[in-house]
């Protein structure tokens, strides 16, 4: 049967790969000035979607090596979003440019999927239209957007690496935030031009383009923040225990876990250390990409809409 998509070992005692088998972590190694770390999402049997800006122009297919469960895949190819151009707006004071921060890795090899390896659901496929319970293929694109990015504020949920106190390793975690796609969008933009790199900018749009979601900030919740660590690891929409992919994580306002501040995998509270209310997180809105995306992914059997 066609492998399903955005499924998950739910019971508390799975492991952290067996909860988020689509999680992957991206190792780019530099020789002589280390490795460059970032997330991803194993999207089918051969690539991972991830951010753009992890990689450098000079950054080569064989210095990056991408681990999925606990095996490590090397990787084919590199696939940046065409339209994505870091410098675009260096002449304007603004050192860094997010738009477009989306790339596909190819891996050399093909997974295996098992319970520990298996691609989350991408908007506009066949498979999100199983994982909705929606009939295909007479559901269209359109009715998955109205039905994952409704007005108003969205639950989603990150993924983001938690120090275990007890065995003292990294574990996982889910984070919920709301994606502010309603009354309270403009104010979660606004607060862009709160990035320090940012102090040149005089009209918000010109670095939060159409392309991006919002979450972050206090109103209505309080919401976690993403940390340059997170950048690339999919933006989750879950419906009925199935998970659907609908960003990229680009990039946030602040860097909380600057000195390697790690949540614990144990404490509960954490979301009580309050972080500022400008602190936004900015991701790329996967229904904003689709053309890319259906042409990167033609071949990998995800049957678009
Ligand atoms: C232009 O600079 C601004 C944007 C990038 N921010 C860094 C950053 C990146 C690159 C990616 C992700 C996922 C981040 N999550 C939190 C911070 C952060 C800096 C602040 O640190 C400010």
Same mark, same amino acid.
């Given at each position: 049967?066609?492998?399903?998509?955005?499924?998950?070992? @739910?019971?508390?005692?799975? #492991?952290?790969?067996?909860?988020?088998?689509?999680?992957?972590?991206?190792?780019?190694?530099?020789?002589?000035?280390? !490795?460059?770390?970032?997330?991803?999402?194993? =999207?089918?049997?051969?690539?991972?979607?991830?951010?753009?800006?992890?990689?450098?122009? #000079?950054d080569?297919?064989?210095?990056?090596t991408?681990?999925?469960?606990?095996?490590?895949?090397?990787? /084919?190819?590199?696939?940046?979003?065409?339209?994505?151009?870091?410098?675009?707006?260096?002449?304007?004071?603004?050192?860094?440019?997010? #738009?477009?921060?989306?790339?596909?890795?190819?891996?050399?090899?093909?997974?295996?999927?098992?319970s520990?390896?298996?691609?989350?659901?991408?908007?506009? !496929?066949?498979?999100?239209?199983?994982a909705?319970?929606?009939?295909?293929?007479?559901?269209?694109?359109?009715?998955?957007?109205?039905?994952?990015?409704?007005?108003?504020?969205?639950?989603?949920?990150?993924?983001?690496p938690?120090?275990?106190?007890y065995?003292?390793?990294?574990?996982?975690?889910?984070? !919920?935030?709301?994606?502010?796609?309603?009354?309270?969008?403009?104010?979660?933009? /606004?607060?862009?031009?709160? /990035?320090?790199?940012?102090?040149?900018?005089? @009209?918000?749009?010109? =670095?939060?383009?159409?392309?991006?979601?919002?979450t972050?900030?206090?109103?209505?919740?309080?919401?976690?923040?993403?940390?340059?660590?997170?950048?690339?690891?999919p933006?989750?929409? /879950?419906?009925?225990?199935?998970?659907?992919? =609908?960003?990229?994580?680009?990039?946030?306002?602040?860097?909380?876990?600057k000195?390697?501040?790690?949540?614990?995998?144990?404490? #509960?509270?954490?979301?009580?250390?309050?972080?500022?209310?400008?602190?936004?997180?900015?991701?790329?809105?996967?229904?904003? =990409?689709?053309?890319?995306?259906?042409?990167?992914?033609?071949?990998?059997?995800?049957?678009?809409?």
């Amino acid at each position: 049967a066609l492998s399903m998509c955005g499924l998950a070992k @739910e019971f508390q005692s799975a #492991d952290d790969e067996e909860k988020n088998p689509w999680l992957v972590s991206i190792s780019i190694l530099r020789p002589g000035r280390g !490795t460059e770390m970032c997330k991803g999402a194993l =999207v089918s049997q051969k690539y991972v979607l991830t951010a753009a800006h992890c990689f450098t122009i #000079d950054d080569e297919a064989d210095q990056i090596t991408v681990k999925i469960g606990k095996k490590n895949f090397q990787v /084919a190819a590199l696939k940046s979003h065409p339209q994505y151009t870091v410098g675009k707006l260096r002449n304007l004071g603004i050192p860094e440019f997010y #738009d477009y921060d989306v790339a596909l890795l190819a891996l050399r090899k093909q997974v295996t999927f098992s319970s520990e390896a298996r691609p989350i659901c991408l908007p506009c !496929t066949a498979g999100t239209s199983r994982a909705l319970r929606r009939p295909h293929p007479q559901t269209t694109c359109k009715e998955h957007e109205q039905e994952l990015m409704p007005g108003g504020n969205i639950p989603a949920l990150f993924v983001t690496p938690c120090r275990d106190k007890y065995l003292s390793t990294l574990g996982l975690r889910r984070r !919920t935030v709301r994606i502010k796609n309603g009354d309270k969008k403009h104010s979660c933009e /606004a607060d862009a031009k709160k /990035a320090k790199q940012y102090q040149n900018v005089t @009209e918000v749009s010109q =670095v939060v383009t159409e392309r991006f979601l919002c979450t972050g900030g206090i109103e209505p919740e309080v919401d976690p923040n993403t940390c340059k660590g997170d950048s690339g690891g999919p933006l989750i929409v /879950a419906k009925r225990m199935r998970y659907i992919q =609908v960003g990229v994580i680009s990039w946030g306002v602040v860097d909380l876990c600057k000195n390697n501040l790690r949540i614990e995998c144990q404490n #509960d509270n954490d979301h009580l250390e309050q972080a500022p209310s400008h602190a936004r997180d900015f991701h790329i809105n996967l229904f904003k =990409v689709l053309p890319w995306l259906r042409e990167e992914l033609r071949e990998e059997g995800l049957d678009f809409l």
